[in-house]
Each structure stands twice: as C-alpha cells, then as structure tokens.
C-alpha cells in the first residue's frame, strides 16, 4: 500500500519528515502503511540529513500559581515540561503513571533511543522510596511500565545510558542510608536488568556520566564519611566488563560540579565559577562567560552545535534561559513564559546519545524549607541563608534522614533535564 496515493516512495518520506515531533503519534495511527513508514530508520536517518531534527529539553518543573506566584507553602509540586530551543516552544508532557500528584522526587532520567526512562525516587504524597520504572515513548507519546529496579529501593544513584537500549544505574543509598556500590544495567528493549560487578567503593550522591564508549561514576562517599566525597572516580569498561578506577579532569575544577554536557563535536563541556570550559588535550579550557542573568544555579545542555544554559540572576528569582552557537560563541536569550518560570532543578548526567536524545540529569543544587522545619541530617553542614523568610539550604552534600510531612516543606523535589535531538539518526 502507498503512504500517498500516486506519490513516489520518496517523495512521501520527503512529506513525512516534516512533521512535528508532537504529532508522530497521530500519524501512526492514521494506517498501517503510515505506522510502517514512521518506524522505519531510513526516516530518522532522513530526518536528520535534511535538517529537520528537532531539539528537546525536558525540564522537572515547580507548577506556578495561577497568580504567577512561584513559592508555595504547601510544597512544590514538579511536572515535565518541554522545551524545544530551536523555536522557543514550551509544553507540558503527560504525568507519569501512578504519580499524578507530581514527578517523584530524586528520581533518576535517561534516554535511550527515542524513549525516556524515568527511574525511583520518592512518591509526592507519601515521600516512600520507589525503585519504580517508567519509560515514555515519543513516538506512541504514551508512558509504560517498565521492569523494576533490582535490589529494593535506592536514592541518589548516579545513572546514565549508552543511546542504544541500555541504562546503567550505580552507587546511592538503601532505606537504611547505607552507601551502596553495586551496579545494575537495564534492557530497555529487552525489559531485563542484569547485575554488574561492584564498584571498588561506596559512593553515595555520585554522578553517571557515558562518555567516549564507558559508563563513568563521579565522586560520591561512603556510609561512614557522608559529604567527603572520593577524590577519584570509576569506569565500568562496557567492552570488558570490568571496573577501572582512576584520578582524572572531573576533579580539577573545584567544587566539581555536577553538570557535563557532551557537544555534537564530541567535546565535553562544564561551567567554572562564571565560566563555561571545554575539555581539550585533558584540561578544561575557557569557552565563554556566562550571563550575569543565569549565574546561580545554572546548568548546562548541549544541543546540535549549541549549548543550552539555564539558571537565574541569584538564588530564589525565576529562570532564564540562553543558548550559545559552539562556532561564534554567542549567547542568545530564550523566552520564558509566566507560567513556565517555575522553579527548575537540574542537574547533569552528560549523556551523548547516538540515536534519538542527548541527556543530562543530577542532584538537585537548592531546596527550600520552612524555618522551623528541622528534618535534615548534612554532614558537613549545609550552606544557609534566608530568603523571604524562608530558609534556604545548598544541598552540597545532605540527604533527608526523616520522611517530613507535607505541610513542612516548601520544597523537597528532584528534577532533571534531557536534552533530546529529535529523530537524530546516526
């Protein structure tokens, strides 16, 4: 059957490429010979020559009040929200099953292909920890559910993919608050996990990173020394199965930070102080100052030939969001509306994926609590401050060691971002 009656083959991938990432789902259902079409590689492959691949990044976002209002005494509630850079389109994505009171807290995202895997974390409403398993398909634009995370539950795991069909989770801490250092990597296409070895240590609060073939995992402490972060990292070798550890550049820079992005060039990219760096001949070199407007708490994506940079002026004020040519190296504002300048945290996993997305994901760098609320155990302590009176604490280095109620935190969420490129074939 012809996807367009009297249309050449050709000339009917040409019509299909053009539609946008958000209506894939409709045209699949349109016939079989339309659902046969879009799954075909050849139109990802297409998709991307002829430039019509599009960028996503996709945010957990603090919901704002109808009165544009941002802080909420009664917590902030986190959904996924969408971002596609190139035009400034911002949208919202389903709620994730089972939790449409909002995005568990510290949980881990990845993608794989042309999916989003969203994995544990700590359920809005009743604040247990999960080791729950969603994967949401762009082109079904549906969620499912996906094989849970082996073990019982953990948090604070570093976690990243390979963009093929694999995630690999490591590190974190059980319901006990015991650092852990063993490793699982998931199938997503397989629905399975499989054990890999430990890790030479516990680390607790590390980083995943998948970078030139290898899963890395940055940082981290164990049970015994909470907020004294190893200073070495390993390397899960995925073609000999094996852990390597190892002294290296991710450790340089101080106050490692928790967010690396991996360019289109292969380049790896962070920020220092005020500035984006770039990793070359193993040191990081100066690329660009970053906007005085996103300063604090500011976070790098890397999106075809771009970087993406989102933060604001200083902690407590709305988000704003620039994006930089990696050739001329200039900053261009993105537009934020009202009811996406919510409260974002982010993080990064740097996560070059080969198919559909790039993405990264991290711990969250601010939460904030009522005053009076005395729930945390932060060893060393955390940084403090007052803001509007509330009392804002860094989470350099803490973890929760009570399940608080509700009603005593303005905000106890994890987010994420992914930056994907939209059906862009290798």
Same mark, same amino acid.
């Given at each position: 059957?012809?996807?367009?009656?009297?249309?050449?083959?050709?000339?009917?991938?040409? =019509?299909?490429?053009?539609?946008?990432?958000?209506?894939?789902?409709?045209?699949?259902?349109?016939?079989?010979?339309?659902?046969?079409?879009?799954?075909?590689?050849?139109?990802?492959?297409?998709?991307?020559?002829?430039?019509?691949?599009?960028?996503?990044?996709?945010? %957990?976002?603090?919901?704002?009040?109808?009165?544009?209002?941002?802080? =909420?005494?009664?917590?902030?509630?986190?959904?996924?929200?969408?971002?596609?850079?190139?035009?400034?389109?911002?949208?919202?994505?389903? %709620?994730?099953?089972?939790?449409?009171?909002?995005?568990?807290?510290?949980?881990?995202?990845?993608?794989?292909?042309?999916?989003?895997? *969203?994995?544990?974390?700590?359920?809005?409403?009743?604040?247990?920890?999960?080791?729950?398993?969603?994967?949401?398909? +762009?082109?079904?634009?549906?969620?499912?559910?996906? /094989?849970?995370?082996?073990?019982?539950?953990?948090?604070?795991?570093?976690?990243?993919?390979?963009?093929?069909?694999?995630? +690999?989770?490591?590190?974190?801490?059980?319901?006990?608050?015991? /650092?852990?250092? !063993? /490793?699982?990597?998931?199938?997503? *296409?397989?629905?399975?996990?499989?054990?890999?070895?430990?890790? /030479?240590?516990?680390?607790?609060? =590390?980083?995943?990173?998948?970078?030139?073939?290898?899963?890395?995992?940055?940082?981290?402490?164990?049970?015994?020394?909470?907020?004294?972060?190893?200073?070495?990292?390993?390397?899960?070798d995925t073609s000999a199965r094996k852990w390597l550890e190892c002294d290296d550049v991710f450790l340089e820079i101080p106050d490692t930070p928790r967010c690396y992005a991996e360019g289109?060039?292969?380049?790896?990219y962070t920020y220092q102080a005020n500035d984006v760096v770039v990793l070359e001949d193993g040191k990081w070199q100066f690329v660009a100052r970053m906007p005085v407007e996103v300063a604090?708490?500011?976070?790098? *994506?890397?999106?075809?030939?771009?970087?993406?940079?989102?933060?604001? %002026?200083?902690?407590?004020?709305?988000?704003?969001?620039?994006?930089?040519?990696?050739?001329?190296?200039?900053?261009?504002?993105?537009?934020?509306?009202?009811?996406?300048?919510?409260?974002?945290?982010?993080?990064?996993?740097?996560?070059?994926?080969?198919?559909? +997305?790039?993405?990264?994901?991290? +711990?969250?760098?601010?939460?904030?609590?009522?005053?009076?609320?005395?729930i945390w155990d932060a060893v060393p302590p955390p940084a403090i401050c007052s803001l509007e009176g509330v009392l804002i604490m860094t989470t350099a280095h803490f973890r929760p060691s009570?399940?608080?109620?509700? !009603?005593?935190?303005?905000?106890?969420?994890?987010?994420?971002?992914?930056?994907?490129?939209?059906?862009?074939?290798?």
């Open positions: 059957m012809d996807v367009f009656q009297d249309l050449p083959h050709d000339v009917a991938l040409q =019509c299909l490429v053009r539609v946008p990432f958000d209506q894939f789902h409709s045209v699949r259902s349109v016939c079989k010979a339309w659902k046969a079409r879009v799954d075909l590689p050849e139109l990802i492959r297409l998709r991307n020559d002829i430039g019509k691949a599009q960028s996503l990044v996709v945010l %957990s976002q603090a919901r704002v009040s109808p009165n544009g209002t941002r802080k =909420c005494l009664d917590g902030l509630v986190y959904r996924l929200v969408v971002l596609e850079p190139d035009t400034g389109r911002w949208s919202e994505m389903p %709620s994730l099953p089972e939790f449409e009171n909002g995005l568990p807290s510290f949980c881990g995202m990845v993608a794989v292909g042309s999916n989003l895997v *969203v994995l544990g974390g700590y359920d809005s409403s009743t604040r247990n920890c999960g080791n729950s398993v969603f994967i949401f398909d +762009f082109l079904l634009a549906k969620w499912r559910r996906g /094989a849970d995370m082996p073990g019982g539950p953990r948090s604070f795991f570093g976690c990243a993919s390979d963009g093929e069909r694999t995630v +690999f989770v490591a590190g974190g801490h059980d319901l006990e608050k015991n /650092a852990l250092k !063993s /490793a699982w990597a998931y199938d997503v *296409v397989e629905d399975n996990w499989s054990q890999l070895r430990d890790m /030479a240590k516990e680390r607790d609060e =590390c980083e995943g990173l998948f970078h030139c073939g290898n899963f890395h995992v940055i940082g981290g402490y164990p049970t015994n020394m909470q907020g004294h972060l190893h200073q070495s990292n390993e390397v899960f289109t060039n292969n380049k790896l604090a708490t500011s976070y790098l *994506v890397a999106f075809l030939g771009h970087l993406l940079l989102i933060g604001s %002026s200083k902690y407590g004020e709305p988000k704003n969001v620039y994006k930089m040519d990696l050739n001329e190296h200039i900053w261009t504002k993105v537009h934020v509306p009202i009811e996406y300048s919510g409260h974002v945290e982010l993080g990064c996993d740097d996560n070059k994926l080969s198919c559909a +997305f790039e993405m990264i994901r991290s +711990f969250p760098d601010l939460q904030t609590l009522e005053i009076t609320t005395t009570a399940t608080p109620p509700i !009603s005593d935190q303005t905000g106890f969420g994890s987010s994420f971002k992914l930056v994907s490129d939209w059906i862009n074939g290798r």
